[in-house]
């Protein structure tokens, strides 16, 4: 793994060969509640991830939503397995450097939190309430999936909008979250069939968040999603 020190800040994962459907999911997300490579987030002076490094995601993923809007939208609505979406997320660190201070300290991530963040982010700058436009786009064609855990997390969100909505309302790393990850849980086994996908909170998150993103935004391109 190459590290980019995003402002002080991101790690890219190591480039993505083609979805490949038979692999198994765990190696995608692999189970820990320790350090993983792929999906835990922490500060290079501390051993384990921390909800302090995660709230500091959060924020510099919503600033980064805020402040280079377009290329955040375009970036996440598109295809994760693909040279051209992590070129994005490098240019959407760059760009955006000085939203991330953090008294000097780096912290280190992988591209899928920081893509949960700035999902996240998108998905509430919306006023509506979150359950409701996942149920509507719930009535719609799902968007394309891109991966296995990716089929995996667009099910979820939109068989239980309302229980994806709570997550989302949640604090990272709180009781609450905790508590929105277990109500998911059956959910997650039913929509992974015959395949168990293991990961943590901080990853199920963030492929939840960007899997309502492009569930909700699919369909509102196709013009099928309603409003009033």
């Known amino acids: ?47 384990v991830s921390t909800a302090e490094a995660r709230v500091a995601m959060q924020r510099f993923g919503g600033c980064v939503a805020q402040r280079s809007r377009q290329l955040a939208v375009d970036t996440i609505g598109s295809d994760f397995t693909t040279q051209t979406y992590r070129s994005r997320l490098q240019r959407l660190v760059r760009a955006n ?7 000097g300290r780096r912290m280190l991530s992988s591209n899928l939190l920081f893509a949960g963040a700035i999902a996240e982010a998108l998905v509430e700058s919306d006023a509506q309430p979150l359950n409701v436009r996942l149920a509507r786009a719930a009535m719609q064609p799902a968007p394309r999936a891109y991966a296995p855990s990716d089929q995996v997390a667009i099910c979820v969100v939109r068989s239980l909008p309302d229980e994806t909505g709570r997550l989302m309302a949640s604090e990272v790393g709180s009781a609450e979250e905790e508590a929105a990850v277990r109500a998911l849980a059956p959910a997650v086994e039913a929509c992974a069939t015959s395949r168990r996908l293991e990961t943590n909170s901080a990853g199920l998150r963030a492929i939840l968040a960007t899997a309502a993103y492009r569930s909700i935004n699919g369909a509102a391109a196709t013009g099928t999603a309603q409003r009033d």
């Not at 994962?13 to 459907?21: F, I, K, N, V």
């Not at 320790?34 to 051993?47: E, I, K, Q, S």
């Open 97 to 103: 450097e000085d939203c991330f201070r953090e008294g």
């Open 1 to 47: 793994m190459t590290p980019i020190l995003l402002a002080l800040a991101v790690v890219a994962q190591p480039g993505q060969p083609p979805e490949q459907p038979q692999e198994p999911l765990r190696e995608e997300f692999p189970a820990s509640r320790g350090l993983t490579p792929n999906h835990d987030l922490f500060y290079d002076d501390v051993p």
